[in-house]
């Protein structure tokens, strides 16, 4: 049977069709999931995509963490069902605590858009089994709001269990992705829960996955990893 | 209709880098002699019953899982006086 991940269409979502996309070039079936209805329609794991869902109103994913589809999604991901928030994605995922911390606007105050250096530094995650620890990427970034920011205890629980799982590479010039391009503390660019199937990141992996469109093809291991966790489970 | 406002800053701790661009706009323009800027949200709830401490609790309740992000932001419920 063929695996199935459900990416959510929120109002104001962007990136949903190209996360269909990257699922569907990983091997896996991409289902449509909208976020008036509750019913998962059987996925084996979801995408929250990018995009400014409900405008950004009130706070970025403060308004979408209320829909009917996030109730499914905040108790099956609780059950352990891998799930990935992208960009805005990850900022519904801390609105909804299956993440600690909050995405906050850029310390620039600009807008960032840029392709982006990543380091990998936790590789077992239901979303980075294809990569190796400590490996570099590059996939796009773009937000407005990304600087990640938890108080310092939350952040040396989050280092000290491994829970980091990308972060920006310091030093080095900025056209070539190297820096910090948020503020977020600790250079952190996604993180998970405790159990690893819950995945935030701010930078866009679904945005690399074909040499056509992408920088490179490098976003693509998010999408084969949950392929490989799911088959293998 | 009685009027409770809730307003909502970023905690201290947390950057404001808007209101930070507030601040250094205002000597350009000059307004002088203002140390720091900090910028929040204020909500405006009117009222359909009485101002009673079921509604204040029900409100306070909204403040803390909805209109604020308790994670980065604090937030103050007020009861506004009736204009005159």
């Known amino acids: ?233 | 209709m009685a009027r409770v406002v809730v307003d909502v800053m970023l905690k201290p701790e947390i950057l404001d880098p808007q209101g930070q661009a507030v601040q250094r706009a205002l000597p350009r323009l000059g307004f002088t002699g203002i140390a720091d800027v900090r910028q929040g949200k204020r909500f405006e709830l009117e009222l359909e019953g009485p101002v009673d401490d079921a509604a204040l609790a029900r409100i306070r309740e909204a403040a803390e899982t909805f209109l604020a992000n308790t994670v980065i932001e604090d937030f103050t419920v007020r009861v506004e006086e009736a204009a005159k």
């Open chain 1, 1 to 233: 049977m063929t695996t199935r991940i459900g990416v959510v269409t929120f109002p104001g979502s962007l990136d949903d069709r190209d996360a269909q996309r990257a699922v569907r070039l990983a091997g896996a079936e991409p289902v449509a999931l909208w976020h008036r209805d509750k019913d998962l329609h059987q996925v084996d794991a979801v995408v929250l995509p990018g995009g400014f869902s409900y405008g950004d109103y009130l706070r970025c994913g403060a308004i979408s963490r209320f829909s009917p589809v996030m109730e499914t999604v905040i108790e099956q991901a609780k059950l352990g069902m891998p799930v990935l928030g992208i960009c805005n994605g990850f900022q519904v995922l801390c609105e909804s605590h299956l993440l600690p911390g909050a995405l906050t606007r850029n310390d620039s105050l600009h807008f960032v858009c840029r392709d982006q250096k990543l380091r990998i530094e936790n590789a077992e995650t239901a979303w980075t089994g294809d990569y190796s620890a400590g490996q570099e990427i590059v996939v796009p970034l773009k937000n407005g709001e990304g600087r990640f920011v938890a108080d310092a205890h939350v952040l040396d629980e989050l280092e000290a269990e491994g829970r980091v799982v990308a972060r920006y590479l310091a030093g080095g010039n900025a056209a070539d992705g190297y820096g910090n391009p948020n503020g977020s503390y600790r250079d952190i660019a996604g993180i998970t829960n405790a159990a690893g199937n819950v995945v935030g990141l701010m930078p866009h992996p679904e945005h690399a996955v074909e040499p056509l469109t992408g920088p490179t093809t490098e976003g693509l291991g998010f999408f084969t990893s949950v392929l490989k966790q799911l088959v293998n489970a």
